[in-house]
């Protein structure tokens, strides 16, 4: 056996499974499930039947790089939505089965550990657990940077060791942040830029809640857009990530895309088709209506901007440092407790599930900077999201 999944460690939600070990929920509740990402929204009916309406392309093996109507759809959105110039849809723009196995995969194309040194990947502290799994498969070793209040949850790497950065060769950068929320603005994408020129590493973007924001004229900045408005118009070295998941409620479609620096891509595409991961030719075509209509997207953000707007005062009463984030779906909640207890006694007393957000980083530079916190995705309707929010109140207080 490859003696790197030795390093891998618990998911998450094993760990919430192990924590709840023994444990009875009060019965006099109905269940709320806070702890996972996963859309709950209705899935628009015009991505269904176009699944359904596409059942024949079953009968065909599909190709690695997807159909050229696929890849022109998801050219289009990205010149409308990141304001950039058309793409090469043959050698720019990669469809995957979601964002989750791309950054994995992508992790296992980039990183050359046939060097004389450890090769290292940065990620956030906390972070979204594939990054982590993803570096040691590769044979590298993560290098944890702690986001925190202290630092408004940015991702500084100019506060990197030397030695580190001249081992770097993947930066993995989330924005808007899981589970911060937090965006990156024009000067941090600036700078991870120049140290990308600086050091050689190549910068894996993820970017699959981009389309949950709370002001439409104030979409987060994308790495392609923020290269774009820097004049890196040949995108060296940046490939970003992105997704239907959330943005269009079909997290079981596993659709979404990687664009940008178009020798990466292309070495990428090499690694997919021996990989063997082509999408299903019914998700392509439910995947080209999905990205060529904003409509749906609209409505959908809408019902996330109801739900933060009426929970985030309410839970402000009992934990105080409670604030809407960014964008994103998630609320980062200071409790200033043992976020495992937390969690425990919010399962038990309640029956709502939420995460310890120190089940969500690791141990780095002294701390672990998930500690006191817990997340809450509020995927659920509006009237259960309420509903667990009065739980709370009404116990903790």
């Known amino acids: 056996m490859n003696p790197n999944l030795n390093h891998l460690q618990p998911y998450p939600f094993q760990r919430l499974r192990d924590l709840f070990q023994g444990l009875t929920p009060n019965p006099a509740y109905s269940h709320v499930n806070l702890s996972i990402g996963e859309p709950k929204h209705a899935t628009p009916s015009i991505i269904s039947e176009a699944l359904a309406n596409n059942l024949s392309g079953l009968a065909s093996y599909p190709t690695t790089i997807g159909v050229p109507a696929l890849r022109e759809a998801i050219n289009l959105w990205l010149q409308r939505r990141y304001k950039i110039p058309a793409l090469n849809i043959d050698k720019a723009i990669l469809p995957v089965n979601g964002s989750r196995e791309a950054l994995f995969a ?25 990054y982590e799994g993803a570096a040691f498969l590769a044979g590298a070793q993560p290098y944890f940077i702690n986001t925190t209040p202290d630092n408004d949850y940015v991702m500084d790497l100019t506060q990197v060791p030397v030695e580190v950065l001249k081992r770097t060769q993947l930066v993995f950068v989330c924005s808007p942040g899981n589970p911060s929320g937090k965006v990156m603005d024009i000067q941090a994408w600036k700078t991870l830029f120049e140290l990308s020129d600086q050091y050689g590493f190549v910068i894996a973007s993820d970017e699959c809640y981009s389309e949950i924001y709370f002001d439409e004229a104030q979409p987060p900045v994308g790495a392609l857009q923020a290269a774009h408005q820097l004049g890196r118009d040949d995108f060296k070295r940046i490939v970003m990530f992105s997704s239907l998941s959330k943005r269009s409620n079909v ?36 995947s080209i209506v999905a990205w060529n209509d904003e409509t749906h997207v609209q409505q959908n953000r809408a019902l996330y901007l109801e739900k933060f707007a009426a929970v985030t005062p309410r839970l402000q009463s009992v934990w105080p440092q409670t604030h809407l984030p960014d964008a994103a779906f998630y609320l980062w909640i200071n409790t200033q407790q043992d976020d495992t207890q937390v969690a425990k006694k919010l399962y038990a007393n309640l029956n709502i599930t939420v995460l310890p957000g120190s089940f969500l980083a690791r141990e780095a530079h002294g701390i672990n900077p998930g500690k006191g916190f817990i997340r809450m995705a509020l995927v659920a309707s509006y009237e259960e999201t309420i509903a667990a929010a009065d739980r709370m109140i009404e116990f903790l207080k």
């Open 251 to 286: 997290p079981g479609m596993r659709s979404g895309f990687v664009a940008g620096d178009v020798e990466i891509i292309e070495k990428f595409a090499l690694y997919r088709t021996y990989h063997g991961c082509a999408m299903n030719p019914a998700v392509q075509a439910a």
């Open 106 to 130: 992508f992790a296992q194309a980039v990183i050359d550990s046939s060097t004389s040194q450890q090769p290292v990947v940065i990620s956030p502290n906390p972070f979204y657990q594939i």
